[in-house]
C-alpha cells in the first residue's frame, strides 16, 4: 500500500472511531498496524530523499570541480594561444597550415577606443553619441561616425589582432 492509501486509510479510520464503529478494544491494534504502515513508508522515502539531496550534492560538488579545472585548461590554452600569435607574428608569418592544423592570424573588425574627454565633449557636441544608463559611449554610432570621416576628440578606430586554430 503506497503513502496515500495508507493515509486515506488512517482518515477513514479515525472517522470510524470517531463514529463508533470500531469497537474500543480493537482501536489500539488497528491504529498500530496503520501507523506502522505509515511510519514504514514515510521512513523509506525520507530515507530516499536524503540519498538524492546527497547524490545532488556530489553531482554539485564534482561540478565545481570540473569547472574550476575547465577554467585553467582555458587559461592555458589561451596563454599558449597568445605565445603562437607572437612567435608567429615575430616570424613575419600570419598563416601556418600543417597535416593537423591551420593557423592563420587575421584581423578583427575596427573597434572604437573611447578616451576620458568624450562624454563632456558629445554632452556638448553630440549627445546622441551617448546613451544613458550612467554616461556610456555608443560606440556602434561613434562607430559610424569615425567611419563616415567626423573627427571626434577622445575616439580613434583601431584594429586589434586574434589568432584563429581549426
Same mark, same amino acid.
Given at each position: 500500500?503506497?503513502?496515500y492509501?495508507i493515509?486515506?486509510e488512517?482518515?477513514?479510520?479515525l472517522?470510524?472511531?470517531?463514529?463508533g464503529?470500531?469497537? &474500543?478494544?480493537a482501536?489500539? =491494534?488497528t491504529l498500530?498496524a496503520v501507523?506502522?504502515?505509515f511510519t514504514?513508508r514515510? =521512513?523509506?522515502?525520507?530515507?530516499?530523499?536524503?540519498?538524492?539531496?546527497a547524490e545532488?550534492?556530489a553531482?554539485?560538488d564534482e561540478s565545481d570541480?570540473?569547472?574550476?579545472?575547465?577554467k585553467?585548461?582555458?587559461?592555458e590554452? =589561451?596563454?599558449?594561444?597568445e605565445f603562437i600569435?607572437?612567435?608567429?607574428t615575430s616570424?613575419?608569418?600570419n598563416?601556418? &597550415?600543417?597535416?593537423?592544423?591551420?593557423?592563420?592570424?587575421k584581423q578583427?573588425?575596427?573597434s572604437?577606443?573611447?578616451?576620458?574627454?568624450?562624454?563632456s565633449?558629445?554632452?556638448v557636441?553630440?549627445? &546622441?553619441l551617448?546613451?544613458?544608463a =550612467?554616461p556610456?559611449p555608443d560606440?556602434a554610432?561613434?562607430?559610424?561616425?569615425?567611419?563616415?570621416?567626423v573627427e571626434?576628440?577622445?575616439?580613434?578606430?583601431t584594429?586589434? &589582432?586574434r589568432?584563429?586554430?581549426?
Amino acid at each position: 500500500m503506497n503513502i496515500y492509501n495508507i493515509t486515506a486509510e488512517y482518515m477513514r479510520l479515525l472517522d470510524a472511531i470517531a463514529s463508533g464503529e470500531i469497537p &474500543e478494544e480493537a482501536i489500539a =491494534d488497528t491504529l498500530e498496524a496503520v501507523e506502522g504502515d505509515f511510519t514504514y513508508r514515510i =521512513d523509506n522515502v525520507s530515507c530516499y530523499i536524503k540519498s538524492l539531496r546527497a547524490e545532488a550534492k556530489a553531482i554539485k560538488d564534482e561540478s565545481d570541480i570540473l569547472a574550476a579545472r575547465a577554467k585553467i585548461k582555458l587559461n592555458e590554452a =589561451d596563454r599558449l594561444t597568445e605565445f603562437i600569435k607572437n612567435a608567429m607574428t615575430s616570424a613575419g608569418k600570419n598563416k601556418l &597550415e600543417t597535416p593537423r592544423c591551420k593557423i592563420t592570424i587575421k584581423q578583427n573588425p575596427e573597434s572604437v577606443t573611447v578616451g576620458a574627454d568624450f562624454i563632456s565633449w558629445a554632452m556638448v557636441h553630440n549627445e &546622441e553619441l551617448l546613451s544613458y544608463a =550612467d554616461p556610456a559611449p555608443d560606440k556602434a554610432k561613434i562607430k559610424s561616425e569615425l567611419q563616415a570621416g567626423v573627427e571626434i576628440p577622445g575616439c580613434t578606430l583601431t584594429r586589434g &589582432e586574434r589568432i584563429e586554430i581549426k
